[in-house]
């Protein structure tokens, strides 16, 4: 499963973006897609975009695969 989403705005440090499932950072990508292992199927997923000096916004609200 692929989810995709819109770039951060506001902030123009922003470089990457966080995948949470669980509560726990299962990935990072500086795309705005991620695709699922099957591991994760069925997981809510959360999103954080992290700037240039590790900082990171709050989690989006989840998505569910």
């Known amino acids: 499963n692929i ?3 819109y ?3 506001g902030n123009k440090s ?3 973006y966080n995948i949470y499932a669980g509560g726990k950072r299962v990935w990072y ?9 099957a ?8 999103i954080s975009a992290v700037d240039m000096h ?3 916004s ?4 989840a998505v569910a695969l």
């Not at 709050?58 to 609200?61: I, N």
């Open 29 to 37: 990508t500086a795309l705005t897609t991620f695709e699922a292992p």
């Open 3 to 5: 989810i995709t989403w």
């Open 14 to 16: 922003f470089i990457g």
């Open 58 to 61: 709050k989690l989006s609200a």
């Open 54 to 56: 590790g900082n990171e």
């Open 39 to 46: 591991a994760l199927k069925g997981e809510p997923l959360k």
């Open 7 to 9: 770039s951060a705005k």
